[in-house]
């Protein structure tokens, strides 16, 4: 009992050291900010209400879209844009400046040695990754690791934030989360506590989960966004070739709101997908398989891993598209543990 106490202690003790650390380090102005340059408080109160708590994240809107927020009329917007101009630096840096920025990003380890060798670290924040495969290749076993990973201490290879877990699958377990953080040395329940969760059952539903979680995001340290999976409901919501057209465009928006929160509170984002036949693939190609989601899909996601089954019960892993990673592939094992390294 005593050490389960203990151990609760240390694992909030961690998450609030990780939340002085974000104040030192200022990753994203807070839009309260905007009154002490002569935005009215009912104006910033309309701003969060539309789900926009930091400057960073006001300068990722367009006016028009900022315009379409009840109560702000174009000269309102353009004042509060010149307001948000003077706080937050969107112009251009050297590229010096830029490798310094990069310093912050947190490699999350994944639980398997080879295949944090083969990320350079871990699943990177600030950037989305996204694993597809068939069923039953371990998309959602390296979910349900990072729950707990994400939550050690950045010295052991975590990053020391809480979880927020979308499920548009209805494939998340929460009892699957306890043997893995045992095996991590950390108290469950403390770990349950860390992880935000909720399913959603249409893409619109989807979309609204993304925009309540800048709230959180603003006042408390997470590290990673999971969703699990990210094409489910587009390809129930849309049926048919004359629709295709209207649900890239709504998945297009999605993509942007995920890029969007990886970068402005320097979040992981881990989504995984699905494949699709693809006929057309020709009889020289051994698997005749493709992502779902198209080019809308393949140009969102900044790392892409292919996921496919191995010899007998280890599963592999391919960098298939990566702007910092060479193409390669590493083998792991779906233990009791979550996701290890696969045992020769």
């Known amino acids: 009992m005593m050490a389960a106490l203990k151990a609760e202690e240390t694992s909030q003790m961690q998450l609030v050291e990780r939340e002085e650390i974000d104040e030192d380090e200022d990753l994203f102005e807070m839009i309260d900010k905007l009154v002490a340059q002569g935005i009215n408080a009912g104006d910033v109160k309309k701003l969060q209400d539309a789900g926009i708590h930091t400057c960073n994240g006001l300068m990722m809107h367009t006016k028009k879209n900022l315009t379409g927020i009840k109560g702000l009329s174009e000269a309102k917007v353009d004042k509060i844009c010149e307001a948000a101009e003077k706080i937050v630096n969107f112009g251009y840096m050297t590229g010096s400046d830029a490798l310094l920025k990069r310093k912050s990003v947190v490699k999350i380890t994944t639980g398997c040695q080879a295949l944090d060798d083969l990320l350079g670290g871990g699943i990177e924040t600030s950037a989305i990754t996204e694993a597809f495969g068939e069923f039953r290749c371990g998309k959602t076993q390296l979910a349900h690791t990072l729950c707990v990973t994400t939550q050690l201490p950045t010295n052991m290879k975590g990053g020391n ?98 890029i969007k929160i990886a970068e402005e509170f320097n979040v992981a984002v881990y989504m995984t997908n699905q494949v699709i036949a693809d006929p057309g693939g020709g009889m ?12 809308v899909l393949a140009h969102a996601a900044t790392i892409r891993l292919l996921f496919r089954k191995g010899k007998g019960d280890t599963r592999v892993c391919k960098v298939y598209d990566a702007p910092n990673l060479a193409e390669a592939e590493a083998s792991f094992q779906i233990t009791q543990g979550g996701i290890a390294d696969a045992k020769d």
Request: glycine share 8%; hydrophobic share 40%; aromatic share 10%.
């Open 161 to 258: 934030g809480k979880v927020a877990y979308i499920d548009t699958e209805g494939t998340f377990r929460p009892d699957r989360i306890v043997p893995i953080a045992e095996r991590f040395g950390m108290d469950p329940g403390a770990v349950l506590d860390n992880i935000i969760y909720a399913r959603a059952y249409t893409y619109e539903h989807q979309y609204n989960l993304l925009l309540g979680l800048a709230a959180k995001m603003s006042e408390e340290p997470f590290r990673i966004l999971i969703v699990d999976s990210i094409i489910a409901l587009f390809r129930v919501d849309f049926t048919g070739r004359g629709e295709l057209a209207d649900r890239q465009q709504k998945l297009a928006q999605m993509l942007s709101r995920l």
């Open 284 to 295: 020289f190609i051994s698997d005749p398989k493709k992502p779902a989601g198209g080019h």
